[in-house]
């Protein structure tokens, strides 16, 4: 009898491209991809923070409770994690860490299932999921990191820069299904792309425009040290061709030059507002995200005040918040011995303060839509004639269109701001 499998990924979309690679590995390998009654459970983690460790130790224990036969793999940054700690979860039949996260599929065929899967097959195999299901793919194009911020565990637990070829990248994009619309490129640091293959980020940029025809190009996290002057000339002369979406993750962590120095971000505030500014003036309703980490050490109320009004003036749309937590063999978690941490309260404090401001500038760029016009991926049917989109700079909106359009990119109107969210109309 076929064996099926479900997956499920935690945290970035690195660990999402690396879940939709090893799907596609063993459906090939003749297992069936089945959400409702999978014989293999496959978790692929995330320990960016203890709340995402404990999130994939949750899942764990609700797998075991509701399918005591499933065999359950987990791999990432936390099975890495445990691995090295000597962590154990008797729930789990095999942890497996980032570095021979590539072999899963092999491993899962010789040691996990016992049996031979019935059909092999050489063709592409798609398993469905929110990505696939409307024309996108994501593409792992780097992993590892050698910044070693004091505050981040990734590089122990992901090792030094490890980049995939220009060639196989697009190599990559040019045998996809040919109805894909999107394809989304990611990195655990981008700007270490080609550290180990002498290969550039902004090369590969516009290789990927002169040499694919994907409709839209867009980025996972793009980190600080990538906004050079060669990659600000390089995006002006991509820009006229319309592929690349208006979207910019950047994380920033903090926006007071005490905080990023203890950060060890190499880089102040005043030169992120510079970039961010080049980068905003360059296309209009360009969206830029961050991340903010409240309550690092040393933190005082006077150098939150900074952050919060670094976030109150620059062109920020959205960010993700966190409360800093120490993790085991950072700098940080060494540092912490001799430097004051903010209380919980005092953290929770000011999370929630940015929260609102959050709320507030990402409702006014929000607003600043209507009357206007962009070009906009369909994703999914909605309800009374409405389909779910992407705009071409990655703001999601409900767009009223004639028959079923999902996978298609088309040209809407924003008519309206309503109930959060944006509405509109083919143009």
Same mark, same amino acid.
């Given at each position: 009898?076929?064996?099926?499998?479900?997956?499920?990924?935690?945290?970035?979309?690195?660990?999402q491209?690396?879940k939709?690679?090893?799907d596609k590995?063993?459906?090939?390998?003749?297992y069936?991809?089945?959400?409702?009654?999978?014989d293999?459970?496959?978790?692929?983690?995330?320990a960016?923070?203890h709340?995402?460790?404990r999130?994939?130790r949750?899942?764990?224990?609700?797998? @075991?409770?509701?399918?005591?036969?499933i065999k359950?793999?987990?791999t990432?940054c936390?099975?890495?994690?445990?691995?090295k700690r000597?962590?154990?979860?008797?729930e789990?039949?095999?942890?497996?860490d980032?570095?021979n996260k590539?072999y899963i599929?092999?491993l899962i065929t010789?040691?996990?299932?016992?049996?031979?899967?019935?059909?092999?097959t050489?063709?592409?195999?798609v398993?469905?999921?929110k990505?696939?299901k409307s024309g996108r793919?994501i593409?792992k194009?780097?992993?590892?990191?050698?910044?070693?911020?004091?505050?981040?565990?990734?590089p122990y637990? @992901?090792g030094?820069?490890k980049?995939r070829s220009?060639?196989a990248?697009?190599?990559?994009?040019?045998e996809a299904d040919?109805?894909t619309?999107?394809?989304?490129?990611t990195?655990?640091?981008t700007?270490?792309?080609g550290?180990?293959?002498k290969?550039?980020?902004?090369?590969l940029?516009?290789q990927?425009v002169?040499?694919?025809?994907?409709?839209?190009?867009s980025?996972?996290s793009?980190h600080?040290w990538?906004?050079r002057d060669?990659?600000?000339?390089?995006?002006a002369?991509l820009?006229?061709a319309r592929r690349?979406?208006?979207?910019?993750?950047?994380?920033?962590?903090?926006?007071c030059?005490k905080?990023?120095t203890?950060?060890? @971000?190499?880089?102040?505030r005043?030169?992120?507002?510079q970039?961010l500014?080049?980068l905003n003036?360059?296309?209009?309703?360009?969206?830029?995200?961050?991340?903010i980490i409240?309550?690092?050490?040393?933190e005082?109320?006077?150098?939150?005040?900074?952050?919060?009004?670094?976030l109150?003036?620059a062109p920020i749309?959205?960010?993700?918040?966190?409360?800093?937590?120490?993790?085991q063999?950072?700098?940080?978690?060494?540092?912490?011995?001799?430097?004051m941490?903010?209380?919980?309260?005092?953290?929770?404090?000011?999370?929630k303060?940015?929260a609102?401001?959050?709320?507030?500038?990402?409702?006014?760029?929000?607003e600043?839509h209507?009357?206007?016009?962009f070009?906009?991926?369909?994703?999914e049917?909605?309800?009374d004639?409405?389909?779910?989109?992407?705009?071409s700079?990655q703001m999601?909106?409900?767009?009223?269109v004639?028959?079923?359009?999902v996978?298609?990119?088309v040209?809407v109107s924003?008519?309206e701001?309503?109930?959060?969210k944006?509405?509109?109309?083919?143009?």
């Open positions: 009898m076929q064996k099926t499998f479900y997956s499920h990924s935690f945290g970035c979309r690195v660990n491209a690396e939709e690679a090893l590995q063993l459906s090939s390998l003749g069936r991809f089945d959400p409702q009654n999978p293999i459970y496959i978790i692929n983690s995330c960016v923070t709340k995402a460790e999130e994939a949750q899942l764990v224990y609700q797998i @075991r409770r509701s399918y005591p036969d359950i793999v987990v990432g936390a099975a890495t994690n445990w691995l000597g962590v154990d979860v008797p789990i039949d095999y942890l497996v980032n570095q590539e599929a092999e010789k040691q996990v299932d016992t049996q031979e899967p019935q059909q092999h050489s063709q592409p195999v398993v469905p999921d990505y696939t793919i593409i194009i780097q992993d590892g990191c050698n910044r070693f911020c004091s505050f981040c565990i990734v637990l @992901r030094l820069p980049s220009t060639e990248i697009i190599q990559h994009i040019n040919p109805s619309k999107e394809v989304i490129l990195a655990i640091n700007e270490a792309f550290y180990d293959s290969e550039s980020f902004v090369n940029l516009t990927v002169e040499q694919t025809t994907v409709p839209r190009i980025f996972g793009i600080p990538s906004f060669e990659f600000f000339e390089a995006y002369k820009i006229p690349l979406v208006n979207f910019f993750h950047i994380p920033l962590q903090s926006g030059n905080i990023l203890l950060m060890k @971000r190499g880089y102040t005043e030169e992120f507002l970039k500014d080049r003036a360059m296309e209009p309703f360009t969206f830029i995200g961050t991340d409240v309550g690092y050490l040393e005082t109320d006077k150098d939150f005040e900074d952050t919060y009004d670094f109150s003036r749309s959205k960010f993700h918040i966190f409360r800093f937590s120490k993790r063999h950072t700098a940080a978690f060494h540092m912490a011995k001799r430097l941490e903010p209380t919980p309260d005092a953290k929770l404090k000011r999370a303060a940015l609102e401001l959050n709320k507030r500038k990402y409702n006014t760029f929000l600043s209507v009357g206007n016009r070009s906009a991926l369909i994703l049917k909605g309800e004639g409405y389909q779910h989109a992407l705009l700079n999601a909106a409900i767009i009223k004639g028959g079923d359009k996978g298609e990119i040209d924003v008519e701001y309503k109930e959060g944006l509405v509109g109309s083919v143009a």
